[in-house]
């Protein structure tokens, strides 16, 4: 088993502590990170920044937490190679992209914030008074970075885009939290968090029981793309629930036990695995949890 992990999020929650558990079970998943790596596509040799070397075609089963180019050709050749991959390459792609996840979710019906794209922020001076105050969003980052609220439509001649593309979300009014909707499988857990904008800064995130209309709508969205491991942002608003985002594999912050549910559901999917069991072998990684 190994995990394909991008090298900033070696030091938060997950993937880190699902490997712990795993590790407590008795295997001993590698950790496979891009940054500084190179991969051959007809061997299948991965060799990390300091010179570690693994074959692919070992693995059972590889778990992904990445978006980088080639952790993602990785993912690509795993999944060429008949290895269980979770999340898949296409599902991380289509959410590592804002744009291709707020098509997605648009032609699938989903409840969201309305959203429109464009080539830059100059571009969304035309929009109606209504449609401010409006989160500006980076299309290919995460963890909220680079999240811009302009409150009027004057207010968007001080923007200055870096990017090609910007997703713009009308700023619904809520209450000043955040619903958290984290799934592993088919199940689902909720948190309350203070919005980035509007909320206490100081609150912590409250766990909550999610009620089936959420569970619906957090599978829904998963099912859009095919995802295993995910994370489902929305707020309440006066019109009902409305998503804002989805993400790959997030740090199910404030779930109690996530390192276990995750880890359990790793194997359960192993198991069910039709073209390899899972294994135990380990090979030398380059990271310890």
């Known amino acids: 088993m190994a995990f394909i992990v991008d090298g900033r999020y070696l030091r938060q929650e997950m993937p880190g502590a699902a490997i712990r558990r795993l590790q407590a079970k008795g295997l001993e998943p590698d950790v496979l990170c891009p940054q500084g790596a190179r991969f051959d596509p007809v061997s299948g040799t991965f060799v990390s920044g300091s010179d570690a070397r693994s074959d692919l075609n070992n693995y059972d089963v590889i778990v992904a937490r990445c978006r980088d180019a080639l952790g993602l050709a990785l993912l690509a050749y795993a999944e060429t190679a008949g290895i269980l991959t979770i999340n898949s390459r296409s599902a991380t792609e289509q959410v590592r992209s804002k744009a291709e ?3 997605a979710l648009e032609r699938a019906g989903v409840p969201c914030a309305p959203t429109v794209l464009a080539s830059d922020a100059a571009a969304l001076g035309d929009l109606a ?4 105050p409006l989160l500006l969003k980076p299309t290919l980052r995460d963890n909220g ?3 811009q609220l302009i409150c009027r439509r004057d207010d968007l001649r001080d923007v200055h885009w ?3 593309l910007v997703l713009a979300q009308r700023y619904l009014p809520h209450d000043g939290f955040d619903l958290k909707l984290y799934v592993c499988g088919d199940r689902v857990f909720a948190t309350r968090k203070p919005s980035p904008f509007d909320g206490d800064p100081a609150a912590a995130p409250q766990p909550l029981r999610p009620e089936p209309g959420l569970v619906d709508l957090a599978l829904r969205c998963g099912r859009v793309f095919g995802l295993d491991i995910y994370g489902v942002d929305a707020i309440e608003t006066a019109d009902g629930v409305a998503v804002l985002d989805v993400n790959e594999f997030p740090n199910f912050t404030a779930v ?4 276990g549910e995750i880890a359990d559901f790793i194997l359960a999917r192993a198991d069910t695995w039709d073209v390899m069991p899972v294994g135990t072998r380990g090979h030398s990684g380059a990271f310890a949890f």
């Open 101 to 103: 996840m707020a098509v």
């Open 129 to 132: 008074e209504d449609w401010f």
């Open 145 to 147: 970075h680079g999240l």
């Open 162 to 164: 870096p990017e090609q």
């Open 256 to 259: 109690p036990d996530a390192a």
